[in-house]
């Protein structure tokens, strides 16, 4: 799986509203990680 971390953009979303059960809350977190810039260049990325 490194090997395919260091070539292809990997998108990780992640919540805390439904891990903790607090009704109203919506809080969330999208991380990317585009070693080679493909999202960029695909116009996906800033």
């Known amino acids: ?12 979303l992640g919540s805390i509203s439904k891990r903790w059960v607090v ?10 990680s585009d070693p080679d810039g493909i999202l960029q260049k695909s116009g996906v990325g800033p």
Do not use: K, Y
Not at 1 to 12: A, D, H, K
Not at 23 to 32: A, E, N
């Open 1 to 12: 799986m490194r090997v395919f971390g260091l070539t292809v953009p990997i998108l990780t």
């Open 23 to 32: 009704p109203g809350w919506r809080l969330g977190w999208l991380v990317t």
